[in-house]
């Protein structure tokens, strides 16, 4: 299971609003988010990423290549995602 703090919002290049509903999204999964099979991530670099409905179910934070499986850095907790940079696109 993915352990998500209430109040850690270490990351202040978004809103604390984005960053809760990306913790909300990758937790509860909702099918229009993952509608692909995967979810797009952003940072404030012009990065994206995905994470997979499958490693999201198997509690994996775990980001992706656009276009390819690659693992581009697996993170321990929804929580270290968020702090990292990273928010639903």
Do not use: H
């Not at 099979?37 to 198997?58: H, M, P, Q, S, W």
């Amino acid at each position: 299971m993915f352990i998500v703090s209430n109040l850690n919002e270490g990351n202040m290049n978004w809103s604390v609003e984005t960053q809760k509903m990306t913790k909300k999204i990758i937790r509860e999964l909702p099918i229009e988010n993952f509608i692909q099979g995967y979810c797009v991530l952003k940072k404030e670099t012009g990065e994206f990423a995905r994470i997979t409905v499958n490693d999201a179910i198997g509690y994996k934070a775990i980001l992706r290549e656009m276009d390819s499986d690659e693992i581009i850095v697996s993170y321990e907790t929804i929580d270290e995602i968020v702090q990292n940079g990273w928010v639903v696109d």
